[in-house]
């Protein structure tokens, strides 16, 4: 009985999680508003994540700043790891037991209230040779990379596309849909049409003084 409890034992301390963390408890905070600063810290590096808690006007930013620090002190003094090579690997925060109250309402009823409370868990890890933490710029822009695929723009297509050589240009008989050229007896046969359709010219009106000389 004894060497299965051993073998379990040395089991759980091979499989256990050994990267520095904090924990704080019993936090009188509900665990939804901690977690919407939770979300803005995770990932970050450890001065990052600092910044981000001491310039947040949230109420539960303080006591998640203690948190990291703690966690912060604890790689550093027992794991000898240096706070500037840190980053936060996870955090979270999960219900913790909450108290019920009443509030006293018309005819003698009465209504629960439930004052949450929550505990909230930061583990930390060292940056890797090689590893960079993302920052929220290069996260944007690889999101909008993978989105967005690299497309064939028409630019492209039309310059792959070999540009065909210049065809030679036809005489204007063998091209269709042209007006020929006239020929010789075609041209004194305009002539003669545009003369037939002109009218005659009037006779000259005679002058006041010619008319007197007839007389």
Do not use: W
């Not at 790689?75 to 109250?101: G, I």
């Not at 909008?144 to 596309?161: E, I, R, V």
Request: aromatic residues 2%; contains cysteine; positive net charge.
């Amino acid at each position: 009985m004894s060497r299965g409890i051993k073998e379990r034992k040395e089991r759980r301390e091979a499989n256990r999680d050994k990267r520095p963390y904090a924990i704080a408890r019993y936090i009188r905070i509900p665990n939804s508003k901690v977690r919407f600063v939770l979300d803005l810290i995770r990932g970050k590096s450890y001065e990052d994540a600092v910044n981000i808690l001491k310039n947040l006007n949230k109420s539960s930013s303080p006591v998640v700043l203690k948190v990291l620090n703690s966690a912060a002190a604890n790689a550093e003094n027992n794991l000898a790891m240096p706070k500037d090579n840190l980053y936060v690997a996870e955090c979270y925060a999960t219900n913790a037991p909450q108290m019920k109250r009443m509030m006293p309402r018309a005819r003698g009823r009465a209504d629960r209230i439930l004052k949450r409370s929550c505990h909230i868990t930061i583990r930390l890890d060292e940056l890797k040779v090689g590893q960079k933490v993302a920052k929220p710029a290069e996260k944007t822009a690889q999101k909008a990379t993978a989105a967005k695929p690299a497309a064939k723009t028409a630019t492209t297509k039309t310059a792959a596309k070999a540009i065909p050589a210049t065809k030679a240009e036809k005489p204007i008989a063998d091209q269709p849909n042209t007006v020929k050229p006239l020929g010789t007896k075609a041209v004194a046969t305009a002539k003669k049409t545009t003369a037939a359709k002109k009218p005659a010219a009037s006779a000259p009106k005679k002058t006041t003084a010619a008319k007197k000389e007839a007389k």
